[in-house]
Structure formats: structure tokens, C-alpha cells
């Protein structure tokens, strides 16, 4: 019943900043939280940042703590990921994700519906 479409990303410079949104249609997108992940090629899906339905808790692993920003508007049905001082090991497919089920906040099975996903190059 949830949709989630991301937008914001693109190639970047090292050291560079960017923003991705992530706008859901369907369900009450206030009772959900939301979680970022991301994916390289090869790699694992890996959890980059959560926060709570009202936004009042947030979570980052630790490689972008201090660095990346999650925050939402509720009344826009959106959630966004700012990103500042890019590296290039940031570089992947970042998603977004509305969690609808019960499992570990930074764990892809403890969400329920995902977006298709939009891709963060940031090149040295």
C-alpha cells in the first residue's frame, strides 16, 4: 500500500555535498519510521541511517556519523538524507525504506516497503 520514490542523486565531487529525498504516497507516513540504506556493487545492503515516526530519535552507522543528516516532513510525506563531505567510498545505491515489521532497526529485514532506489557517485 506504500510507495516510495527517491530523488537527489547524481555524481559529486569528493568533499561535496548533496541531498536525497524520498517521497512516499499511500499509508499514514507519520506512523512509520524510515530508514536509509545503501549498496555497492558486489557488496552488501547496508544500513546508513534511521529516525522515528515523529523524528525525534535518529541512528548512524558509524562511517557517516557526523557527516550525513536524516530529517523529515511529515506533512510533505518525505524524508531526507543530506550528505556533506562526500567520499568516494560513499558511493552507491542509496534507498529509502518504511518499516511495517518487527526485526533490528539497522537491519534491512526490519523494513517492509522500499523505494527503487537512486544512484551517488562521487568521483576523487
Known amino acids: 500500500q506504500v510507495q516510495l520514490v527517491e530523488s537527489g542523486g547524481g555524481l559529486v565531487q569528493a568533499g561535496g555535498s548533496l541531498r536525497l529525498s524520498c517521497t512516499a504516497s499511500?499509508?499514514?507516513?507519520?506512523?512509520?519510521?524510515m530508514g536509509w540504506f545503501r549498496q555497492a556493487p558486489g557488496k552488501e545492503r547496508e544500513f546508513a541511517a534511521y529516525?522515528?515516526?515523529?523524528?525525534?530519535?535518529?541512528y548512524y552507522t558509524d562511517s557517516v556519523k557526523g557527516r550525513f543528516t536524516i530529517s523529515r516532513d511529515n506533512a510533505k510525506n518525505t524524508v531526507y538524507l543530506q550528505m556533506n563531505s562526500l567520499k568516494p567510498e560513499d558511493t552507491a545505491v542509496y534507498f529509502c525504506?518504511?518499516?511495517?515489521?518487527?526485526?533490528?532497526?539497522?537491519?534491512?529485514?526490519?523494513?517492509?516497503?522500499w523505494g527503487q532506489g537512486t544512484q551517488v557517485t562521487v568521483s576523487s
Open positions: 529516525i522515528s515516526g515523529t523524528g525525534g530519535i535518529t
Open positions: 499511500g499509508g499514514t507516513f507519520w506512523s512509520y519510521a
Open positions: 525504506a518504511a518499516r511495517a515489521t518487527y526485526g533490528s532497526i539497522r537491519s534491512a529485514q526490519g523494513y517492509s516497503y
